[in-house]
């Protein structure tokens, strides 16, 4: 069955520490996994893709499937991070997203 | 970049009437589009792809005769709760992937549902 797990609900530091927000997922073959944001009253939007393995304001994150695991990850986190992220799945020939449960970032000046 | 509309943005109903949420592609085509259902706090859950030209297709556990989906054009697609109640109060996203890098999905703002 395909699934993502975000274990933690929320996540709270202080600026200037280093985050890291817990994916994995379960899904019987290669998927696309996908980090998606929601800035307070706006819209989900795309943070990163782990096709193009770049870093978007600061976060990256690695796909590892032995791990079956794609972990966000930021050293240095600022107040503007504060939002709920969301990891997503995409399987083989689909557009469809899977959504985890989604951990909210809080981070405190 | 690509931007979804939805319409309204909130809507508060009596219970067993009908309501009809729209969802416009503004700038691109999308001949799919996806509603999610929101619960506060909880993730967003699939609850169908619409498919311009043909019959949406339902995740498992939704009530395809209780949320009608409509893809009448490439720029819109409509969800209509039938005979609301209380429990399909929520928060309804429709997205669609991008035309240029389908790998990226673009959502509306949502609908706030109220039945009361």
């Known amino acids: 069955a395909q699934r993502v797990t975000q274990p933690e609900k929320l996540l709270s530091v202080f600026k200037g520490a280093p985050v890291e927000l817990k994916c994995n997922y379960s899904?019987?073959?290669?998927?696309?996994l996908f980090w998606y944001v929601q800035y307070s009253r706006q819209r989900l939007q795309l943070l990163l893709r782990?096709?193009s393995r770049e870093s978007i304001k600061g976060f990256t994150a690695d796909l590892n499937k032995g791990e079956t695991s794609f972990h966000l990850k930021k050293p240095f986190a600022q107040e503007e991070d504060s939002a709920m992220y969301y990891c997503a799945l995409r399987g083989y020939n689909t557009d469809k997203l899977i959504f985890g449960t989604g951990t909210r970032l809080q981070v405190f000046p | 970049g690509a931007v979804v509309s939805q319409h309204p943005s909130w809507v508060i109903c009596k219970s067993g009437t009908s309501v009809k949420i729209e969802c416009r592609s503004l700038d691109f085509q999308a001949t799919t589009m996806f509603w999610y259902r929101q619960f506060p706090k909880q993730s967003l859950m699939l609850m169908a792809t619409s498919n311009e030209g043909s019959k949406a297709t339902y995740e498992q556990g939704v009530e395809k005769d209780k949320f009608l989906i409509n893809h009448a054009s490439l720029t819109l697609s409509t969800l209509t709760v039938t005979s609301a109640h209380p429990e399909d109060s929520s928060f309804y996203i429709c997205?669609?992937?991008?035309?240029?890098?389908?790998?990226?999905?673009?959502f509306g703002p949502g609908t706030r549902l109220t039945v009361t």
């Open positions: 997205s669609a992937p991008g035309q240029v890098s389908s790998y990226e999905q673009y």
């Open positions: 899904y019987s073959g290669s998927p696309e």
């Open positions: 782990h096709i």
